[in-house]
């Protein structure tokens, strides 16, 4: 069964695009191009991902995705303007899965689209994967994270986040066993064109290992010399 997804683009010319594209892909694709209109097309509809514009007439991209996370966990990548940093980052802090800045080329967005669907396949049995955790929630032996409730636990004692060390340990664990430059991380954690220094990343390491790995005596954030940070899958 192919996955269904919304495009929420006021652009008719872009949302048409896209819209050919994803069905030339496979994709049950149905467009809206109003923000009140997308709203209740999101809640009511029984989407695999929504593709979801900033800037939209009538209700914005992320009072959409604030209204949509309070009721269901249907995955959303933004479409970002170019200089928008603090839309990014209010947007994954708002419970987007990921962002693809305008203009994009269309491999990129499909690309991206691929690694929402496979991280975060739908609950009802229409996935061949089996995703044992409820949706939203990632596991590392004893530590749970719940995304939708913005809460850490290791053996059951919470461990109190700041969104930008929940960001970080949240992108470290999507992508288990898979080495991230500094680069990357400062992209999902402060947003593309944050003119900081890439050190800002190892501060937050510190933060999190102070609060996790020496908290708990565990090795979870393992540094790969010239090369960034990692999390190992958990071994028993
Ligand atoms: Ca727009």
Sequence with gaps: MSAKILVVEDEAKLARFVELELKHEGYEVKTEGSGRAALAEALAGDYDLILLDIMLPELNGLEILRRLKKEKDTPVILLTARDAVMDKV???DAGAVDYVTKPFAIEELLARIRV???LHPRQDGHSSESQ???EGTLRWGPLLMDIPRHRVTMNGHE???TNRE?????TLLENTDIVLSRDTLLEKVCGYEYAGETNVIDVYIRYLRSKIDDAFSVRMIRTVRGVGYVINRWEE
């Excluded at 929940?166 to 949240?170: E, K, N, P, V």
């Design 166 to 170: 929940f960001l970080m340990l949240r």
């Design 116 to 118: 929402a669907l496979k």
């Design 159 to 161: 461990i109190s986040l």
């Design 132 to 134: 044992p955790l409820s």
């Design 90 to 92: 209010s947007g994954l």
